[in-house]
Antibody, heavy 119, light 107 residues
Framework: QLQLQESGPGLVKPSETLSLTCTVS??????????WGWIRQPPGKALEWIGS???????YYNPSLKSRVTISVDTSKNQFSLNLSSVTAADTAVYYC???????????WGQGTLVTVSS | SYVLTQPPSVSVAPGQTARITCGGN??????VHWYLRKPGQAPVLVVY???DRPSGIPERFSGSNSGNTATLTISRVEAGDEADYYC??????????FGTGTKVTVL
């Protein structure tokens, strides 16, 4: 059974960079035809797709966040990561990682991690 | 950017049928996925590609998509179905888009 687990700081200061890692177990992050994505949910708001990286390393970002987002993969550790720069309070959210096929649904999700942006 | 509109809330009595709509331009040409999210838990996929169910999801959950509206139908609603529900599509200009979310309350 594929499992994903987010990790990273729960508190980030405004203007700094939010960095999270998703560790994948029960399957290879290099599996063909899959993408690995990040989704977030601010308190009281809807889910928001942040971006994804394909098994080939191609990246796809939400146009509204594109200028601040970098997603990368480390196949040796079976992990992928999210960097979101110049954060503000509006970036406070529960951040989830997940697996999907390009254009397809996200069947596997991490449990989510709350990141608060505050000084 | 592409926008998906859902009703903020739907209330339904146990045993009855809940229908949650998701509106967007030319929805019928896209594949729609539906998720439920309960407080403190990760989202769960309940319908994908308009009307397919992942293994383990009860047949009470069904989906349809035509014209400008996709619909998630929950038959014989149970107390455990109370959750927030989100639709999602992949759209060429915006990539992935989620709907605004619908809170389902079981009376």
């Amino acid at each position: 059974q594929l499992q994903l687990q987010e990790s990273g700081p729960g508190l980030v200061k405004p203007s700094e960079t939010l960095s999270l890692t998703c560790t994948v177990s029960g399957g290879s992050i290099s599996s063909s035809n899959y993408c690995w994505g990040w989704i977030r949910q601010p308190p009281g708001k809807a889910l928001e797709w942040i971006g994804s990286i394909s098994y080939r390393g191609s990246t796809y970002y939400n146009p509204s966040l594109k200028s601040r987002v970098t997603i990368s993969v480390d196949t040796s550790k079976n992990q992928f990561s999210l960097n979101l720069s110049s954060v503000t309070a509006a970036d406070t959210a529960v951040y989830y990682c997940g697996r999907h096929k390009r254009g397809g649904a996200t069947k596997y999700w991490g449990q989510g991690t709350l990141v608060t942006v505050s000084s | 950017s592409y926008v998906l509109t859902q009703p903020p809330s739907v209330s339904v009595a146990p045993g009855q049928t809940a229908r949650i709509t998701c509106g967007g331009n030319n929805m019928g040409s896209k594949s729609v996925h539906w998720y439920l999210r309960k407080p403190g838990q990760a989202p769960v996929l309940v319908v994908y590609d308009d009307s397919d169910r992942p293994s383990g999801i009860p047949e009470r959950f069904s989906g349809s998509n035509s014209g400008n509206t996709a619909t998630l139908t929950i038959s014989r609603v149970e107390a455990g179905d109370e959750a927030d529900y989100y639709c999602q599509v992949w759209e060429s200009s915006s990539d992935y888009v989620f709907g605004t979310g619908t809170k389902v309350t079981v009376l």
